[in-house]
């Protein structure tokens, strides 16, 4: 299947500020950022997900994807990534993937762990979750509008796995917000 659909409009200015949008979402727990969105996109993708994808996703990132053929065939064609199995992927792009069944990577090797590329309906600070751990200050507060069900629940058993695990980049329109393995959750 040919992709019509385009990546990003400066494929270099607009990689480097999404890039830079995800570190300090990883180095800054619940902190939402805005990255650059391709200007169209196949069905299946929201923006702030395909700007992931463009961005940290290449010919050696094995990708599971659950976003239909359109987005395949773009991801294909723009990442060149191999598509795997969810427990053989270094991303994940599927809401139905389980935190337990992805690789968390090992005891030696803990930065192998996959992150999982979560969409949600929305992403709002100062209320909702309590975060706390690396990188927030006492603690930090995130509404994720949309979150699947027992969610937190797998969470806090991914947590206990450390420092093994498996991180999360939360992705609502054209924001993200990133929950690293070493970040505790609590109802707020």
Do not use: K
């Not at 923006?47 to 990132?61: E, I, K, Q």
């Amino acid at each position: 299947m040919e992709t019509r659909y385009p990546g990003f409009a400066d494929p270099v200015l607009d990689a480097q500020a999404s890039f830079r949008a995800v570190l300090e979402a990883m180095s800054r727990p619940g902190r939402v950022q805005a990255v650059v969105a391709p200007p169209e996109l196949p069905p299946g993708l929201s923006p702030a997900a395909a700007a992931m994808l463009l961005t940290l996703v290449d010919a050696a990132t094995p990708l599971h994807l659950t976003a239909g053929a359109e987005a395949e065939a773009w991801v294909r064609f723009h990442c060149g990534c191999p598509l795997v199995e969810v427990q053989d992927a270094v991303f994940v792009l599927d809401p139905a993937a389980r935190l337990e069944a992805l690789d968390a990577g090992t005891e030696e090797e803990p930065e192998n762990g996959a992150t999982l590329i979560l969409e949600v309906a929305g992403l709002e600070e100062g209320r909702g979750w309590r975060l706390r751990g690396p990188g927030i200050r006492g603690e930090h507060r995130l509404q994720v509008r949309g979150a699947p069900e027992g969610f937190l629940a797998a969470w806090a058993r991914n947590r206990a796995r450390f420092p093994r695990g498996v991180d999360v980049i939360l992705c609502a329109g054209v924001q993200i917000a990133a929950l690293p393995r070493t970040v505790q959750i609590e109802e707020g």
